[in-house]
Each structure stands twice: as structure tokens, then as C-alpha cells.
């Protein structure tokens, strides 16, 4: 795939790193995920991507764990 082609969170494997494009959410997700590091071009590592399991991620020295769901709605590159 494309490194700039924009696609779901999700869909990046483990071990993988991206950046973000966007967040496709209301404006209660969009400033909730702002306020945990999701700004325009931050570098996400994938560190599970487990199916079924946990989606965790790192994001700003931070490890995190977010539904399958969010993780959808979050587009990167």
C-alpha cells in the first residue's frame, strides 16, 4: 500500500507506524481524542492489532488502548 494513501487506524498492522490525517467523529470524540495527543501528523505505532484482542497503539510516549470502533474513525497515512 501507498504510504499516503489515507486509511482507518485499524487497518494498520502491528508493528507498524503512521501519521494522522484526520478523525472521521462528532466533535465530542474529535476534542476528546485532541486532548490524548490526536493532532494533525502525530506518529501512532500500532503494538497489537489483535482479532480478536486489544488495539493498543503508542501515540506521543504514550500507550494506549482504543476500541475497534475509534480506531476506525481515526484516518492516517
Do not use: C
Not at 500500500?1 to 494498520?12: F, H, I, K, T
Not at 486532548?35 to 494533525?40: A, D, L, Q, W
Not at 501512532?44 to 480506531?71: E, W, Y
Amino acid at each position: 500500500m501507498e504510504q499516503n494513501q489515507v486509511r482507518p487506524l485499524s487497518a494498520v498492522k502491528t508493528g507498524e507506524k503512521a501519521r494522522l490525517a484526520r478523525v472521521d467523529a462528532g466533535r465530542g470524540l474529535n476534542s476528546r481524542l485532541a486532548s490524548m495527543g490526536f493532532v494533525p501528523n502525530a506518529e501512532i505505532t500500532v503494538v497489537s492489532n489483535g482479532h480478536p484482542g486489544p488495539f493498543v497503539i503508542i501515540i506521543k510516549d504514550v500507550k494506549m488502548v482504543l476500541g475497534r470502533g475509534v480506531a476506525h474513525k481515526i484516518m492516517v497515512k
